[in-house]
């Protein structure tokens, strides 16, 4: 379940942690310094009071037969091929131990101050979540926050170089984010012209953004590497469109993770503006029937 590479700011130039730190504590995640990107300016630290939404992945039971199960429940030849399992039963055989969430609760209520109430068990228990200052995150994990702009979009991410753990707790936690994965805390100011009007008055619907970036031609494939479209997808992977009016089997289904981000109806009906067309173009609007198991209370 680590998810060191491929992620937001996986590039970034660490910085020194200010302080020492005791023989009590271990590095858990630190940025990889041999891989270098311009795309990300260093903009200064994370404002001490300012409130960061924690959440600790906690190592999960049974990821090694993982696969077993599935190919149990997906291979046409086994005995079981077919008895998917319920969401309950998912949960119920990769949720953390009992003593996990115990030892990490403790850890944040006894040691990083962070009361009982604050701290959110994730449905498909998996995660703690809570939110804290930055101050309060700097403390527990022996770290400094500091706000990095992409310089393509202008948003602003609240992230660290490396953070610790206590010995004694660092077997009970997969990943923290935000840690060397930063999180989206704003957008960096413009300066812009301002026009005096005594007849403006603000929308009453916020107008979305357009795309930080689109692609002069929509089939270029040298582009790939900042913009996806289906073009690239078709090259990836070697597949041909399908036909449009082909019938789709009620059974499929598609899971995805995501961190520090959430399903957008917006989003979708943008790319199909922007990538379906003619016989191709799907309706703004079209959407799948969304079953979110990773949700908060």
């Known amino acids: 379940m680590r998810l060191l590479s491929g992620l937001i700011l996986a590039g970034l130039a660490a910085t020194v942690v200010a302080g020492p730190i005791a023989d009590t504590h271990v590095v858990h995640e630190k940025r990889d310094t041999n891989y270098q990107t311009s795309k990300w300016i260093k903009r200064g630290v994370v404002h001490p009071k300012r409130t960061l939404p924690m959440r600790i992945g906690l190592k999960q039971r049974n990821l090694e037969v993982g696969n077993d199960w599935l190919m149990d429940v997906s291979h046409p030849d086994s005995p079981n091929y077919g008895k998917f399992w319920s969401s309950d039963r998912v949960i119920d055989s990769f949720k ?4 996990t ?4 609760r403790d850890w944040l209520v006894n040691i990083g101050g962070i009361h009982s109430a604050r701290i959110t068990h994730s449905d498909n228990k998996a995660w703690l979540a809570f939110d804290a200052t930055t101050e309060e995150v700097e403390k527990l994990l022996r770290t400094k926050y500091h706000q990095y702009e992409h310089s393509n979009t202008g948003h602003v991410y609240a992230t660290c170089d490396e953070y610790h753990l206590p010995i004694d707790i660092q077997s009970h936690i997969d990943f923290i984010t935000p840690g060397i994965k930063g999180t989206k805390i704003g957008r960096a100011l413009k300066k812009r012209a301002h026009v005096k009007n005594k007849h403006w008055k603000p929308s009453p619907m916020p107008m979305p953004n357009p795309a930080p970036y689109m692609p002069k031609l929509e089939n270029a494939l040298d582009t790939c590497d900042v913009a996806i479209t289906p073009a690239c997808l078709q090259a990836l992977y070697g597949f041909e469109p399908q036909d449009p009016h082909r019938k789709v089997n009620t059974n499929n289904s598609l899971g ?3 961190s520090g981000d959430f399903y957008s109806q917006l989003d979708l009906n ?9 016989q191709f173009q799907i309706p703004n609007g079209t959407h799948p029937i969304l079953n979110s198991v990773g949700k908060w209370p």
Request: net charge negative; aromatic share 20%; glycine share 4%.
């Open 270 to 278: 943008l790319f199909f503006t922007n990538f379906t067309h003619g």
């Open 96 to 99: 953390p131990s009992d003593e």
């Open 256 to 258: 995805i993770y995501e």
């Open 101 to 104: 969430v115990t030892a990490v």
